[in-house]
T-cell receptor, first 114, second 113 residues
């Protein structure tokens, strides 16, 4: 049973446009959510996070939105750049993010075309 | 500041063998987690160690085990290897009670023939 779902395996956008990556979860105990980016042959790197007490968190070009009632979160990248091309993983935690046992989605491969 | 270091980066084993992977966390990080990445399943949590104690465990068979040493370095072991164990094994370290941000190594790519 997949607790964190990223239903789009891939997404292609034009440089300068907005990229929207979606993530759904089923476990209502999750209270902390993170996005990671992964380039080939590298480990994932942390991008941005959000606590369940918030509905939005912004960091530069990256904004994460959380809709708890819908158990849905999304990552917006504006404007998208070719260097953003990578696999993006959504992750969730039931421990306030204090421990290392994150539940990951299967990832969405983003391609940003010049 | 050195990142998370994993060794070996690549290895090939045959079915039935066992393998040990090593992870050196970022200096000062006491929590080390292990994840398995496969094309079909994505990133799956194996276990987490904190202060030499297993704090959390994922849903993997007992053939997968790990330990953490007093210097926070960690090893994971897989015994009686199966073809399905072929994967990228990722180690991550973090501050305790931190933001939930995990710092990942580059992984150990295991191929079982």
């Amino acid at each position: 049973d997949q607790q964190v779902k990223q239903n789009s395996p891939s997404l292609s956008v034009q440089e300068g446009r907005i990229s929207i990556l979606n993530c759904d979860y089923t476990n209502s105990m999750f209270d902390y959510f993170l996005w990671y980016k992964k380039y080939p042959a590298e480990g994932p790197t942390f991008l941005i996070s959000i606590s369940s007490i918030k509905d939005k968190n912004e960091d530069g070009r990256f904004t994460v939105f959380l809709n708890k009632s819908a158990k849905h979160l999304s990552l917006h990248i504006v404007p998208s750049q070719p260097g953003d091309s990578a696999v993006y993983f959504c992750a969730a935690s039931a421990g306030g993010g204090s421990q290392g046992n994150l539940i990951f989605g299967k990832g969405t491969k983003l391609s940003v075309k010049p | 500041k050195a990142g998370v270091t994993q060794t070996p980066r690549y290895l090939i084993k045959t079915r039935g063998q066992q393998v040990t992977l090593s992870c050196s966390p970022i200096s000062g990080h006491r929590s080390v987690s292990w994840y398995q990445q496969t094309p079909g399943q994505g990133l799956q949590f194996l276990f987490e160690y904190f202060s030499e104690t297993q704090r959390n465990k994922g849903n993997f068979p007992g053939r997968f085990s790990g330990r953490q040493f007093s210097n926070s370095r960690s090893e994971m072991n897989v015994s009686t290897l199966e073809l399905g164990d072929s994967a990228l094994y990722l180690c991550a370290s973090s501050w305790d009670r931190g933001s939930g941000e995990l710092f990942f190594g580059e992984g150990s790519r295991l191929t079982v023939l």
